[in-house]
């Protein structure tokens, strides 16, 4: 079976979408083989003339340059008045203490305190003994006991010391001496400073100044070794630096046979002064109180504040030139006087303001030419112009007759459209429309120029009708 060309189908639903409701065959006629199909007619026009106006009546300001003169008149400046003359300010210079450094505390180590004192140690307790006074036998011829053993003293009872120095403990303590403080110094500007002299170069900066620490070496005493006793009086009698123990070493005696007579003596106790340090008050850290730091330096005070002293001014003329409008007349009752224009009075003059109209007999008119008058807000002479309307006629396009779909119309059927296409764009073309390259494909291009052809020459359009293809010269 034959393949259909696809572009042939396109071309045929596009011009044939508009109606798919099949038309009653009683309005039909013709032969096995022809198409019908409702083309779209375009609106009919008729061309009318039509005058319309283009521009509206307008009044016109014309301008024109008053013509001026110029007139030497004495005028006031200023009135005689009593004046205020400021006067300077007038200054001493004081001394003044400036504070550089405030009042602040301070942490500051304070040394122990010791005292000496004297001790007494008994190194022997007190005692008896018997010393044996004769080696025979008694005057009565009695013994206690007949041969018996009695002691006697060979060294008498003492006692050792041992000395151990005092062992210490030492560490390092970081104590606060200053406090952070902010002060002020003197600082060289010069990168940054335009003057050439470099004194204008130094600016006062707030400097943060640290604080500052100390660092104290504490020497803490160990404890003694067990069983022996700190005395205050080292081997070198300065400070406490020994630990002791005292040993007692008994008497030795000895056994003799004595004779009878003996006689009881007492031994008092034997002591030992030593001498010890003891501590009254410790090391400590105590805050005390600096005394704030002051500058002297001299300034210039304010000792008059500037004022005003007051004169009496004359008052003050000046002859200057005025740009008057020419021709320009006083009205009676006014003239011109060292002040101005002044208005005459029977009692009194009053000086009246030059520019007001009031004053001029021509004011409206001076400087003007013929048919101008004067404008007070622009400074100008001005008279108003009529300027007529202004018409045009213009050709109108309207509609005649609506268009729309047309009745059934006899079209090219689908079959004849493919041996059609080259014709039409060939005929396109001749008239003057592009329909694109000559390819017998009813393209985008073709389509656009078939429907302007139809559009220009007042041709239903829609559909390829055989009232189209006798325009383009084609036989349907």
Avoid at 24 to 29: C, G
Avoid at 230 to 249: A, L
């Amino acid at each position: 079976m034959k393949k259909q060309n696809p572009l042939v189908l396109l071309f045929s639903v596009v011009f044939s979408l508009p109606l798919i409701a099949q038309p009653e065959t009683s309005s039909l006629s013709g032969s096995a083989g022809t198409c019908y199909a409702q083309c779209y007619i375009q609106d009919e026009y008729e061309i009318t003339e039509e005058r319309i106006m283009v521009k509206d009546l307008q009044v016109l300001t014309e301008v024109s340059v008053p013509e001026y003169t110029t007139i030497k008149r004495k005028v006031l400046i200023s009135k005689a008045s009593i004046k205020k003359v400021p006067t300077p300010p007038l200054y001493e210079t004081i001394s003044e203490q400036v504070l550089i450094a405030p009042e602040r505390k301070e942490l500051r180590v304070v040394p122990a305190v010791y005292e000496t004192y004297s001790e007494q140690i008994e190194i022997k307790p007190a005692s008896k003994r018997f010393i044996l006074k004769t080696n025979g036998i008694g005057k009565g011829g009695e013994l206690s006991v007949i041969g018996a053993l009695l002691p006697y003293v060979i060294t008498p009872a003492s006692f050792s010391i041992d000395r151990v120095p005092l062992a210490y403990e030492e560490k390092e303590e970081r104590t606060l001496v200053r406090p952070a403080t902010d002060k002020w110094v003197y600082k060289d500007n010069a990168k940054s400073c335009l003057s050439i002299d470099p004194k204008d170069c130094m600016q006062m900066t707030l400097i943060k100044v640290p604080a500052e620490y100390q660092t104290v070496l504490v020497r803490t005493p160990k404890a003694c070794p067990e069983g022996y006793l700190v005395s205050s009086v080292g081997s070198g009698f300065d400070t406490p630096k020994d630990c002791i123990r005292i040993t007692p070493i008994p008497a030795t005696y000895g056994r003799a046979a004595p004779t009878p007579t003996f006689v009881e003596e007492a031994i008092p106790a034997e002591y030992i002064t030593i001498k010890k340090q003891r501590l009254v008050t410790p090391a400590i850290v105590e805050e005390v109180m600096v005394p704030a730091e002051y500058k002297t330096i001299t300034k210039q005070v304010l000792k008059k504040a500037a004022g005003f002293e007051e004169i009496t001014a004359p008052a003050e003329y000046q002859t200057i030139e005025i740009k008057a409008r020419k021709g320009l007349e006083l009205l009676d009752g006014f003239e011109w006087s060292e002040d101005g224009i002044i208005q005459t009075v029977t009692a009194s003059t009053t000086t009246i303001n030059i520019e007001s109209p009031e004053i001029y007999a021509n004011w409206s008119t001076a400087g003007c030419p013929t048919g101008f008058d004067y404008d007070k807000e622009s400074y100008a002479c001005k008279r108003s112009l009529v300027v007529p309307a202004e018409y045009r006629t213009i050709t109108k396009r309207t509609i005649k007759e609506k268009g729309g779909f047309s009745e059934w119309k006899e079209v090219l059927c689908p079959g004849k459209i493919s041996n059609a296409v080259e014709q039409i764009q060939k005929a396109l073309n001749t008239r003057g429309f592009d329909p694109g390259p000559i390819d017998n494909i009813m393209g985008p291009k073709t389509r656009a120029a078939l429907i302007q052809f139809q559009e220009e020459n007042n041709l239903p359009h829609g559909n390829l009708d055989l009232e189209t293809m006798a325009a383009l010269g084609i036989q349907g």
